[in-house]
């Protein structure tokens, strides 16, 4: 096994082969095409290029294909599109085309379109993108004007685009890099440029800076899966590693010698550098060359005599080859314990013992007791061997650590590791079985994830063999059921299955996770044009907000009927909910836009919920308080058509009170007095005495109106105030009597007082605030003389507080209080009056106490 060992430097590599290639019917096909892998053993897609000139072979139609990682055909659809600038896959297993548009496509594993969206459109105005560098969650382009552009999202732009800092450089860079954010949706990036003048920039949304690598101009940048280190490799052939942190360090520095701009540079785990380059050769044909190595300046070539591609994995390299797929990948310290020629290590003679047993010699027991002390730790290495290994090893392996766990006293957490260990390697076995064809290791599946192997594995249709993998390692099946459902509706147009019978078989595979949303699978149902499915399905959501977002949806692509079954149940939802977002959002489907702009159908909305009014009173309710904010006449009308005398009488009456015209105020208010002297079926009796009361206030209003109306003629013709134009329509009635005793109209106040029936305590009040703000102290006087029906302390306080100690004086002692005299002598500085007061009141009660007590008689 060591003997197809490589040493670089001081470490042993190995390239085995992974599959023969069954694409070898095009030798030519990694040449012509852009190709792009992603990584944990996934899919290649290969497009035709371009830049290069191919013959015509067969039809000119263009094709876009997906390709397993042994070269199998997954899918093909039709290429239209020209301007490809690159091309790469996501986190999700997306593929993504950006184009010098700035438009970005991105594309299913099966080939299916999934999102078009351009980054910005200020690219196209700059010459459009020249080069472009793809992370997992975003897109770094660079402009023909040297301008950068980094989006954080591969499904939308909008606020996920940012212009960065301007680079100022005379000449075209060679290469941009861009390191990703430390989290998803951060715009936190920053992006290496490789100038052609020598040096390299750091560029981020607020400057860029000079970092100050030396032995440049650099022409190709690679980071690492880790995002811990970054390769540059200058057109000199200096090769440098630099450790990504807050301050760029130099690692390592090796020279090759003087080289073109490689065909790719990837990293082959975060070990070392693979470099592919094409270089003529001496009869007229072209060397395809690897170069595997960098550390101490050590490197590995390996020829080919076909082209290739290269696929960076976390714990290696795949070289996707014409005719053979093969992992290049450095011998983990496990491995190289174990079967190094010549090793006693532990593990080796671990191994050894097993050998010896199952051949029967009794010399294993020897093997073992040198070891003895060491045998837990060549337990674990042998595990660690075998999820390193293929299957022709992997099992002896495990077989060695379960041999010398039984010579074991105490094994911690041994069985755990050894079933997590057969686990693993189990699902990574299958995986590599035709036609799924995924060779994932170990290594990869652990910091993929259960969660992330189960969507890759739905995406491209394995939805049975993913559900087996989260049941058997205790995983959910959620995501995995949600892709199903989707991909059955998508692709039930020519099934005979009719809807009813496609939920059904829906809801038979969700009962195996509680509680999973229904609510997106009906989104997808809407956007197939199936709107009875998806209500169908709604009705098992348990989320409201969900089933109100799918049911607008659906009414915005539905004809005229299917509309108005949606928002009836959108509102119908919403109301039950009790969430005001909810209902706003249903509310503005039903009026094509928000309730209270003009624009909006207020009639549509009111149709809807006329039909249902009890269930939707509160969203009615709801919709005339947003109108009554300013749209006085829509809320009336839509109280009306929804028969609510009386709402529409109050938004009828709150309308008064915009206006100044005496005419449209009386025409208000006779129409106030007739909606709410009106029979509303609705109201309760309570509600009825109210508009009772209102029907006769809108009365007496009216009443109000016409004198204020004579009072303002009487004022002209009679130049009341000095000439002075006086307004009284529209005031209070309170306000119009004072205002009258302030003119010194005491009979026209009184007069009016008469005809609207205030009552003499009220009036009383009035008159004394009137003729105080008038300054006639006199009259006021000579109103207070009268027999007061409100007492005298209103005039008391009136004087005192206008200064006038004189009347009042006068008036102290008609006041009842004893108490209260002392207060008001004490606010006047007459202090022994005030005394004399407290000594009365204090006898006075004394005398009144006697008799009570009968002390008298």
């Not at 529209?730 to 609207?756: I, N, S, Y």
Request: contains cysteine; glycine residues 6%; hydrophobic residues 40%.
């Amino acid at each position: 096994m060591s003997s197809d060992w490589q040493k670089l430097a001081d470490l042993w590599y190995r390239k085995p082969e992974v599959y023969p290639a069954q694409w070898t019917d095009d030798p030519e096909r990694l040449h012509l095409c852009v190709a792009a892998g992603a990584p944990y053993g996934g899919p290649v897609a290969t497009v035709r290029n371009e830049h290069v000139f191919q013959p015509v072979k067969g039809s000119l139609q263009t094709h876009l294909q997906t390709w397993t990682a042994a070269g199998r055909l997954i899918q093909s659809a039709p290429w239209v599109h020209t301007g490809l600038v690159t091309m790469g896959w996501s986190a999700q297993e997306t593929l993504v085309c950006v184009f010098e548009s700035g438009l970005i496509r991105t594309f299913s594993v099966m080939c299916e379109p999934l999102h078009v969206f351009t980054i910005d459109e200020r690219i196209k105005s700059e010459g459009g993108a020249t080069m472009a560098s793809l992370w997992p969650t975003g897109v770094a382009v660079l402009t023909r004007k040297f301008s950068l552009f980094v989006n954080t999202s591969l499904t939308r732009s909008e606020d996920a685009c940012h212009r960065f800092a301007d680079i100022r450089v005379p000449s075209a860079p060679l290469c941009i890099c861009a390191l990703p954010p430390p989290s998803e949706e951060s715009a936190d990036v920053q992006v290496i440029v490789g100038t052609a003048e020598g040096p390299v920039l750091m560029v981020d949304r607020h400057s860029s800076r000079d970092i100050g690598l030396t032995d440049g101009p650099f022409m190709a940048f690679s980071l690492s899966s880790s995002g811990r280190l970054l390769a540059c490799l200058s057109t000199k052939g200096v090769f440098k590693v630099v450790a990504v942190s807050d301050e760029l360090k130099v690692l390592d520095v090796a020279n090759i010698e003087r080289i073109k701009k490689p065909k790719q540079m990837v990293w082959c785990g975060d070990d070392c550098i693979a470099l592919y380059l094409i270089a003529p050769s001496d009869h007229n044909s072209l060397q395809h060359i690897l170069f595997v190595g960098g550390p101490q300046n050590d490197w590995i070539p390996y020829q080919y005599d076909a082209p290739l591609h290269l696929v960076s994995e976390c714990d290696g390299c795949r070289v996707m080859g014409t005719h053979k797929i093969e992992f290049v990948q450095r011998v983990p310290h496990s491995v190289e314990a174990i079967f190094s020629i010549g090793s006693y290590d532990p593990p080796a003679l671990l191994l050894y013992a097993l050998e010896q047993y199952e051949k029967g010699d009794v010399c294993a027991q020897e093997s073992l007791r040198p070891i003895k002390d060491q045998l837990a730790e060549a337990v674990s290495t042998c595990l660690d061997a075998a999820l390193c290994e293929e299957a022709s090893a992997f099992k002896n392996l495990l077989k060695a650590a379960s041999f010398g766990r039984h010579f074991l006293t105490e094994s911690p957490g041994c069985p755990d590791r050894h079933r997590e260990a057969c686990r693993s390697l189990r699902i990574c076995r299958e995986l590599r079985k035709a036609p799924i064809e995924i060779p994932i290791t170990p290594a990869q599946l652990e910091k993929l994830g259960i969660a992330g192997l189960s969507l890759r594995l739905a995406q491209r249709h394995f939805h049975l063999l993913a559900m087996r993998i989260c049941e058997w390692v205790g995983h959910s099946q959620e995501k995995v059921l949600f892709h199903w459902a989707c991909e059955k509706i998508r692709h039930a147009r020519g099934s005979p299955q009719t809807d009813e019978q496609l939920c059904h078989t829906i809801l038979d595979k969700f009962q195996r996770c509680p509680g999973i949303g229904f609510a997106e699978v009906a989104r997808v149902a809407a956007e197939m044009y199936r709107p009875h499915l998806a209500t169908l399905l709604l009705n098992h959501e348990p989320r409201s907000h969900a089933q109100v977002e799918v049911l607008v949806q659906l009414s915005r692509e539905g004809d005229e009927k299917d509309r108005d079954i949606m928002l009836r149940l959108a509102l119908d939802k919403a109301a039950r909910s009790w969430d005001p977002d909810l209902m706003n959002s249903a509310l503005s489907a039903a009026c094509f836009g928000d309730p209270c702009e003009r624009r909006s159908d207020i009639q549509s909305c009111a149709k809807l919920i006329k039909e249902r009014l009890y269930e939707l009173q509160v969203v009615g309710d709801m919709v005339t308080r947003q109108l009554m904010r300013e749209q006085f006449d829509r809320a009336r009308m839509f109280n009306d058509l929804l028969d609510r005398k009386r709402q529409a009488a109050f938004a009828a009456l709150h309308r008064v009170f915009r206006q100044t015209s005496y005419d449209e105020r009386t025409k208000l208010l006779r129409f106030s007095k007739d909606l709410f002297g009106m029979n509303d079926p609705i109201a309760t009796d309570a509600e009825k005495s109210s508009m009772q009361f209102m029907a006769q206030s809108c009365a007496e209003e009216m009443e109000l109106l016409a004198e204020q109306l004579s009072l303002e003629e009487k004022a002209t013709a009679k130049s009341w105030g000095r000439g002075r134009t006086q307004r009284f329509l529209g005031l209070p009635l309170v306000t119009t009597l004072v205002k009258l005793l302030e003119l010194g109209e005491v009979r026209e106040a009184d007069e009016l007082r008469k005809t609207m029936k205030v009552s003499d305590k009220r009036y009383w009040r009035i008159k004394i605030r009137g003729l105080a703000n008038a300054g006639n102290f006199e009259e006021l006087n000579a109103f207070a003389i009268v027999n007061s029906p409100i007492g005298y302390e209103p005039f008391v306080e009136t004087f005192l507080k206008h200064g006038r100690q004189d009347f009042a004086l006068a008036l102290v002692p008609k006041v009842k209080s004893g108490e209260q005299q002392a207060q008001y002598y004490q606010q006047m500085g007459l202090h022994d009056q005030a005394q004399r007061a407290r000594q009365g009141q204090e006898r006075s009660g004394a005398g009144r106490l006697l008799n009570i007590l009968g002390v008298g008689r």
